[in-house]
């Protein structure tokens, strides 16, 4: 009798799994109909590969502190990231292509598209607040092309369908093509540094063609902050105390504007070559440095000064950067950079 009742209850489990995985694939198979391109529950999804067809790739990958990893190796760019989200989740379908421009515009997307997959997480067993066996289902697959004559949508074909249609997102005035990116530098974050006091162990800070205007701070354990004089090693016993803990505090949020790794490297070994302007050392606690090392912007044409009548050859706005220990050329601008750019003598006059 308790036999017959055990294979009762384990015949009944077993059903109700069967019937459980029977309306999760039918749940499935209506969600990869061929028109339905958004994805609503962005929460879920947990990667995104979008390839082209000039091999640029790009692979975006949730991680378990809900941080996005860009390519394996960088932080990606949040603002960026979060727009591309909530694009997949406005996404719908503005018309079909007419049947007289189909072949062509298979022939463009075959040409020239994006292939975009979206993966999210999901359960095995999801029985409202109950859910067993987690795991990571391909979501989406679909080719994002060109935008349209009008440039208000975006051709695209899901993968699998004969029949591409054209894409747009409400509120938008424009197309998303653009949104759908391979190049790794459109993700990535633009940090030249971005810490705080109680990770810095010391910042060296050189003026190249001032000498007398570098120094050096050190970290006290969080208690202190000792002020150096580079050219002797002098400590600096008198200095404005608030000054130089903006300073430190200033290492936050700086940086760049433009990603300049691509730039002809004839012409950017000249720009290297030639005298820095600044030495920027951070070293942490943890052992690691972080490094920039800024040089002038020449102008294409020299301009002359409208107060002094002097001529400038180089950018007031702008230089060049090599940062993260000397592996990305960049732009970035003074406007930023001041709030470091600061002198020995101001915080002792």
């Known amino acids: 009798m308790r036999k017959n009742k055990n294979i009762l209850i384990i015949t009944l489990i077993l059903a109700i799994v069967a019937t459980v995985l029977?309306?999760?694939?039918?749940?499935?198979?209506?969600?990869?109909?061929?028109?339905?391109?958004?994805?609503?529950?962005?929460?879920?999804?947990?990667?995104i590969f979008m390839a082209d067809k000039?091999?640029?790739?790009?692979?975006?990958?949730r991680k378990a502190d809900g941080t996005w990893q860009l390519n394996?190796?960088?932080?990606?760019?949040?603002?960026?990231?979060?727009?591309f989200l909530m694009t997949i989740c406005n996404l719908e379908i503005r018309e079909p292509v007419a049947k007289a421009a189909h072949n062509n515009i298979i022939k463009l997307l075959s040409?020239?598209?994006?292939k975009v997959e979206i993966y999210q997480n999901a359960y095995r067993i999801n029985l409202g607040k109950f859910r067993f066996f987690p795991y990571e289902k391909l979501a989406k697959t679909y080719y994002i092309g060109d935008a349209t004559m009008d440039n208000t949508g975006t051709f695209a074909l899901m993968e699998g369908a004969d029949k591409p249609v054209v894409l747009y997102m409400p509120g938008l005035r424009g197309y998303v093509a653009t949104r759908f990116s391979t190049l790794e530098s459109d993700w990535r974050v633009h940090t030249v540094f971005n810490k705080k006091l109680p990770e810095i162990k010391e910042i060296r800070m050189e003026f190249v063609e001032r000498p007398a205007e570098s120094f050096r701070v050190v970290n006290n354990n969080d208690q202190s902050l000792s002020l150096y004089r580079l050219?002797?090693?002098?400590?600096i016993s008198r200095y404005?105390?608030?000054?130089?803990?903006?300073?430190?505090?200033?290492?936050r949020n700086i940086r760049y504007e433009l990603l300049l790794n691509d730039m002809e490297q004839v012409r950017?070994?000249?720009i290297m070559g030639s005298l820095p302007l600044h030495r920027i050392t951070l070293e942490l606690k943890d052992g690691s440095k972080q490094t920039a090392k800024t040089f002038g912007r020449k102008l294409p044409v020299p301009e002359i000064d409208v107060f002094d009548g002097s001529t400038v050859s180089h950018d007031r706005d702008r230089m060049y950067a090599l940062i993260n220990n000397e592996q990305d050329f960049v732009i970035v601008q003074f406007f930023?950079?001041?709030k470091i750019l600061i002198p020995l003598s101001f915080f002792t006059r």
């Open 111 to 114: 040409a020239k598209s994006v």
């Open 22 to 47: 029977l309306v999760n694939r039918s749940k499935k198979t209506l969600s990869a109909d061929i028109s339905e391109f958004s994805v609503t529950d962005t929460a879920s999804v947990s990667r």
């Open 268 to 270: 950017k070994d000249s």
């Open 72 to 83: 394996g190796k960088y932080q990606a760019h949040v603002e960026n990231l979060n727009t």
């Open 240 to 251: 404005d105390t608030m000054q130089l803990m903006s300073f430190v505090n200033s290492f």
């Open 54 to 61: 000039s091999d640029n790739k790009v692979l975006l990958e």
């Open 336 to 338: 930023v950079f001041d």
């Open 231 to 235: 050219s002797d090693n002098q400590l």
